[in-house]
């Protein structure tokens, strides 16, 4: 079970095995919700990716700037109970599978929120490959 200071119990049904970086469900307890709108694998100080920038970096930045903005709202990453992903190659997010990892845990830790991943045709900018949005119940 993940450390919270939020009342948080990820969800397991009987017989299912547990799933690798992210939770079927959770249910949390708090008094506020946080809502973060999707962010890009952009730094804040940049006005586009720059082209070429792997899946994995944008994967980072982008879960990184979610973290930032949580932070901003008074929240931890462990406030996290849902993250919804969109990518633009689902192939290309596979491959990328341990700088992913990688960006998990320098950012979030062990702590995995119930997760959606998606393969969408593009997104805002035209280099991005990913965008995170999230939910996080702060105590």
């Known amino acids: 079970m993940t450390t919270s200071d939020i009342a948080y119990t ?3 049904p009987e017989c299912w095995t547990r799933p690798r970086g992210f939770s079927h469900a959770v ?13 890009i694998g952009r730094e804040p100080s940049q006005a586009h990716i720059p082209a070429g920038t792997d899946a994995g ?3 980072k930045v982008a879960l990184s700037n979610v973290v ?10 462990t406030h996290l ?3 919804r992903a969109y990518v633009t190659d689902i192939a290309e997010f ?9 960006a998990w845990g320098a950012t979030l830790g062990r702590h995995f929120p119930a997760m959606t991943l998606v393969q969408v045709s593009a997104l805002i900018d035209p280099n991005a490959k990913v965008e995170i949005e999230a939910e996080a119940i702060l105590p």
């Open 81 to 83: 109970v849902a993250l």
């Open 10 to 12: 990820p969800i397991l």
């Open 57 to 59: 970096t944008q994967w």
């Open 27 to 39: 249910v949390a307890t708090g008094t506020r919700s946080v809502r973060i709108a999707g962010q």
């Open 68 to 77: 930032a903005v949580l932070k901003a709202a008074g929240g931890q990453p």
């Open 94 to 102: 596979n491959a990328a599978g341990a700088a992913i990892g990688a």
